[in-house]
């Protein structure tokens, strides 16, 4: 593989794990206060963006980021984890942050997928917890 600082190569298997911690931080920093303590908030939030039954979605929603931030954290089931919060994000741009347009809009959400689905592809790197299939 062509490198301009070849000697990074030997590091490669950590570059999921900076993947894993940015994206748990991002996830568990949205989701915790959706289920705890700001539930009230994103109810009326979806209310007004047309997502019904809201206090479903924003369950949904919360437990998908909460728990796939602590799974990405753990390095346990990252992929499926992956997966669903890239589902997440796409429903969150189509819904709500299209209109909005690329900047300011949805651009935050498209680097977030591209993070997602290169965990998707790569795995979850040194330290986690996964176990080969």
């Known amino acids: 593989m062509l490198s301009i600082f070849p000697s990074l190569l030997d590091y490669q298997f950590f570059a999921p794990l900076i993947l894993r911690l940015a994206l748990a931080a991002v996830f568990l920093v949205h989701g915790y206060p959706k289920l705890f303590g700001g539930f009230s908030h994103a109810v009326h939030f979806f209310n007004s963006s047309g997502i019904k039954p809201a206090k479903f979605w924003v369950v949904v929603v ?11 954290l753990a390095g346990f089931l990252v992929q499926p984890a992956a997966f669903i919060l890239v589902a997440n994000l796409l429903v969150a741009i189509w819904k709500v942050k299209f209109k909005a ?13 591209a993070m997602l689905l290169s965990l998707l592809i790569l795995g979850p790197g040194a330290y986690s917890i996964d176990l080969p299939l």
């Not at 998908?64 to 931030?69: R, S």
């Not at 347009?101 to 997928?113: K, R």
Request: aromatic fraction near 12%; glycine fraction near 20%.
């Open 62 to 72: 919360g437990l998908a980021e909460l728990l796939g931030g602590i799974l990405l």
């Open 101 to 113: 347009g690329f900047a300011n809009g949805w651009e935050f959400d498209l680097v977030l997928i």
